[in-house]
């Protein structure tokens, strides 16, 4: 009887087994337990409610395939200030803000130096396949290790991490301080560039790339709308005065005619056309392709960072056809990105998130045509009037700089006058505060001092870094930007217009949804170590999305 008991045990644990492997491997075949490949793409200047506005117009394997296929979080948003974009990629890969990470603008006043620091700047690096200025370039500057940092350490340096992107911080500051590349485009000779941070020499598929020339074959013809002009009902009339008029043009109009501007411009021209997403593109598909990215036992990571749609709405503004149309042909490099990666690893395979570094506001004077509250900063004026109203205070103006909406004062001379560093900060600050421009105004010395919990003054001490950030900073009432053209717009402030993004996942073991959860910027980084079983880069201070990673 017993040896029945026990053969019978011994048939039950043997099939239970059986089942068991017969479950793992189906699970398996559709979902391996690492991805191959994650592909961050992050699209420069991108609102929210460019998905929406657009639906009608794209196409079925883009940004629809994205958000049909994978997780909409639809309530994403920055948690500090300013929504540049240096700030927002760092903040991106580090899953913490500029308080912590300490790119807290695209330059900022360096007091040691006195002069602006670039956030990518590296005097000890020089320039791979140029030399321009623009290839002194690393991520020395930030302070934490990003997401794709801690993937190449977590596999002991076999995970490839490679960086992309037309503007040299979209590349950098992603791909983080380990990678094995960063790549970023030079105007100057219509080539992606390196630096020797990163290697002594291009590689020789990046050379016959470039070889190819494809930003003089994209401005070889004029830039025309992708549809018929009359179907961009989603924008207003194509001539208007809010747009920016290109040197060699007389009208903001369809067709652009790239030839004649490029000109006057050179190479770098094709950042303020849709064709600088597709050189993107393609630039990308040559990556996978060439570094045979996703075919080794351990996880790859490319950042892809979409530039020229920051560009074309600095230069047109966001109801403008020039940036529709440039969303529909981007729209079309995103099938076509997508499409190549499943040819050659499958959806199961490759995790992907697209979020952007920061939106954009509404053309002000389009607003204040419309009686909607908005308006210019002049903020030489402002630093002007300050360093008047310091001087017949103190004897001194004793501003060394007003950069980035932070007043930098000469803390020496303050030391030598025997004055009080925070008496000088409240006086400077309740003298801005009394503009008709300011909505807050706060002081080194509050930020150092007060815990913030919401609103405008909590994003600015997110975004306040004790050893960069200036003494005293100023907000500016929502619909306000610093701009010197009343055409096109800006971005950096606190308010939705700018820190409202999409975020979607897609891909492997993403569920098919959406969340209206409020979920921060700085959540992305914890969410993809929590799915990659990694440590959280060194200054994290996001959380993971749980309705991602039960």
Same mark, same amino acid.
């Given at each position: 009887?017993n040896?029945?008991k026990?053969?019978l045990s011994?048939?039950?644990?043997i099939?239970?087994?059986q089942l068991?492997a017969?479950?793992?491997?189906k699970?398996?075949?559709s979902a391996?337990?690492?991805p191959?490949?994650v592909?961050?793409i992050?699209?420069?200047?991108?609102?929210y409610d460019?998905? @929406?506005?657009?639906?009608?117009?794209f196409g079925?394997?883009?940004?629809?395939?994205?958000?049909n296929?994978?997780?909409f979080?639809?309530?994403t948003?920055?948690?500090?200030?300013?929504?540049?974009?240096?700030?927002?990629?760092?903040s991106?890969?580090t899953?913490t803000?500029?308080?912590?990470?300490g790119?807290?603008?695209?330059?900022?006043?360096n007091?040691?130096?006195?002069?602006?620091?670039?956030?990518a700047e590296?005097q000890?690096s020089?320039?791979?396949?140029?030399?321009?200025k623009?290839?002194k370039r690393?991520?020395?500057?930030?302070?934490?290790?990003?997401?794709t940092d801690?993937?190449?350490?977590?596999?002991?340096?076999?995970s490839?991490?490679?960086?992309?992107?037309?503007?040299d911080r979209?590349?950098?500051l992603p791909?983080?301080?380990?990678?094995n590349?960063?790549?970023?485009?030079?105007g100057?000779?219509?080539?992606?560039i390196s630096s020797?941070?990163?290697?002594?020499?291009l590689?020789?598929?990046?050379?016959?790339?470039?070889?190819?020339?494809?930003?003089?074959?994209?401005?070889?013809?004029?830039?025309?709308?992708?549809?018929p002009?009359?179907q961009y009902?989603?924008?207003?009339p194509?001539?208007?005065k809010?747009e920016?008029?290109?040197h060699?043009?007389t009208?903001p109009?369809?067709p652009?005619?790239?030839?004649?501007?490029?000109?006057?411009?050179g190479l770098?021209?094709?950042r303020?056309?849709?064709?600088?997403?597709?050189l993107?593109?393609?630039f990308?598909?040559?990556?996978?392709k060439?570094e045979?990215l996703?075919?080794?036992?351990?996880?790859?990571?490319?950042?892809?960072s979409?530039?020229?749609p920051?560009y074309?709405?600095?230069?047109?503004?966001?109801?403008?056809?020039?940036?529709e149309?440039?969303y529909?042909?981007?729209?079309?490099d995103l099938?076509?990105?997508l499409a190549?990666?499943d040819?050659?690893?499958?959806k199961n395979?490759?995790?992907?998130f697209l979020?952007?570094d920061?939106?954009?506001?509404?053309?002000?004077?389009?607003l204040?045509?419309?009686?909607?509250?908005a308006?210019?900063?002049k903020?030489?004026?402002?630093?002007?009037l300050?360093?008047?109203y310091?001087?017949k205070?103190?004897?001194?103006s004793?501003v060394?700089?007003?950069?980035?909406?932070?007043? @930098?004062l000469?803390?020496?001379a303050i030391?030598?006058?025997g004055l009080?560093?925070?008496q000088v900060?409240?006086k400077?600050?309740?003298?801005?505060?009394?503009?008709p421009?300011a909505?807050?105004?706060?002081?080194?010395y509050?930020?150092?001092?007060?815990s913030f919990?919401e609103?405008?003054?909590?994003?600015?001490?997110k975004g306040?870094?004790?050893?960069r950030?200036?003494d005293?900073?100023?907000?500016?009432?929502p619909?306000?930007?610093?701009y010197?053209?009343?055409?096109?717009?800006?971005?950096?402030?606190p308010?939705?217009?700018?820190t409202?993004?999409?975020?979607?996942?897609y891909g492997?073991n993403i569920?098919?949804g959406?969340s209206?959860?409020?979920?921060?910027?700085?959540?992305?980084?914890?969410?993809l170590?929590?799915?990659?079983?990694?440590?959280f880069p060194?200054g994290?201070t996001?959380?993971?999305?749980?309705?991602?990673?039960k």
């Open positions: 009887m040896n029945l026990y053969s011994l048939i039950a644990c099939f239970t087994l068991f017969q479950t793992s491997t699970q398996s075949a391996p337990s690492q191959k490949l592909v961050g992050v699209v420069d200047q991108m609102r460019y998905i @929406y506005r657009f639906w009608n117009k079925n394997d883009g940004f629809k395939r994205l958000v296929e994978g997780f979080c639809r309530n948003n920055f948690n500090y200030v300013p929504t540049y974009t240096a700030p927002g990629h760092a991106i890969y899953g803000t500029p308080a912590v990470h790119i807290i603008a695209n330059d900022w006043y007091r040691t130096t006195g002069y602006n620091v670039y956030c590296d000890n020089n320039g791979v396949g140029t030399v321009a623009e290839g690393s991520p020395v500057n930030m302070l934490t290790t990003t997401i801690e993937l190449r350490i977590s596999s002991n340096m076999k490839k991490v490679i960086g992309i992107a037309l503007k979209s590349s950098i791909a983080g301080h380990t990678p590349a960063a790549y970023w485009f030079d100057s000779n219509g080539s992606f020797t941070y990163y290697m002594n020499e590689p020789n598929w990046v050379t016959e790339f470039n070889k190819k020339e494809l930003p003089l074959k994209y401005l070889s013809q004029p830039w025309n709308t992708l549809l002009i009359e009902t989603e924008s207003l194509d001539d208007n809010y920016f008029i290109a060699g043009e009208r109009v369809f652009h005619n790239l030839p004649e501007i490029m000109k006057n411009n770098g021209l094709i303020n056309t849709p064709f600088g997403n597709s993107t593109k393609d990308a598909i040559e990556v996978i060439n045979n996703g075919k080794s036992a351990a996880t790859d990571f490319l950042a892809i979409f530039s020229s920051d074309i709405g600095h230069t047109y503004g966001p109801n403008s056809v020039e940036q149309d440039d529909l042909r981007l729209d079309k099938a076509e990105l190549f990666i040819s050659q690893l499958g395979n490759t995790l992907v979020t952007a920061h939106a954009a506001p509404e053309v002000p004077a389009y204040m045509d419309l009686k909607i509250p308006g210019y900063v903020e030489k004026k402002i630093a002007d300050v360093k008047t310091l001087f205070t103190y004897g001194d004793l060394l700089s007003f950069y980035n909406q932070q007043i @930098y000469n803390q020496q030391e030598s006058k009080a560093l925070q900060q409240e400077a600050a309740a003298y801005l505060q009394a503009m421009e909505a807050e105004v706060l002081t080194a509050t930020l150092n001092n007060t919990t609103g405008s003054q909590y994003m600015m001490q306040f870094n004790t050893k950030s200036g005293v900073l100023i907000n500016y009432l619909g306000w930007i610093d010197e053209m009343q055409v096109g717009t800006a971005h950096g402030s308010y939705s217009y700018d409202h993004v999409p975020l979607i996942f492997w569920k098919q959406s209206s959860e409020q979920i921060y910027i700085t959540d992305i980084a914890p969410t170590a929590m799915m990659l079983n990694i440590q060194s994290c996001g959380k993971p999305i749980s309705i991602l990673v």
